[in-house]
């Protein structure tokens, strides 16, 4: 059973910052692209941002450039997600992804809700 353990949501007031921290085993995590995806209620689940499994950032969402950046430490196989300038809209439930196609499969964290208010 794969697991992605997520840590780091709460609750922060606009243009504060969060972390958001997934860790999985060395198996998988030295396989897979790593995501973030978020989700509101009524919503489909949005890709947040993307780093492959070489360390390239891809698919960044207009809506948090040049505020998040998504990272990996392949020492600790965990993926980042460092969220600046906050904004209300950006709450939502984070979940992590790792995914493979070359070894078919995909999987996800059990998420992290993310408040953004005053």
């Known amino acids: 059973q794969v697991q992605l353990v997520e840590s780091g949501g709460g609750l922060v007031q606009p243009g504060g910052s969060l972390r958001l921290s997934c860790a999985t085993s060395e198996f998988t995590f030295s396989r897979s692209h790593m995501s973030w995806y978020r989700q509101t209620p009524g919503q489909e689940r949005e890709l947040v941002a993307r780093?492959?499994?070489?360390?390239?950032?891809?698919n960044v969402a207009d809506s948090v450039k040049g505020r998040f950046t998504i990272s990996r430490d392949n020492a600790k196989n965990t993926v980042y997600l460092q969220m600046n300038s906050l904004k209300p809209e950006d709450t939502a439930v984070y979940y992590c992804n790792a995914a493979s196609r070359l070894n078919g499969y995909e999987y996800w964290g059990q998420g992290t809700q993310v408040t953004v208010s005053s």
């Open positions: 780093i492959t499994v070489t360390g390239a950032v891809t």
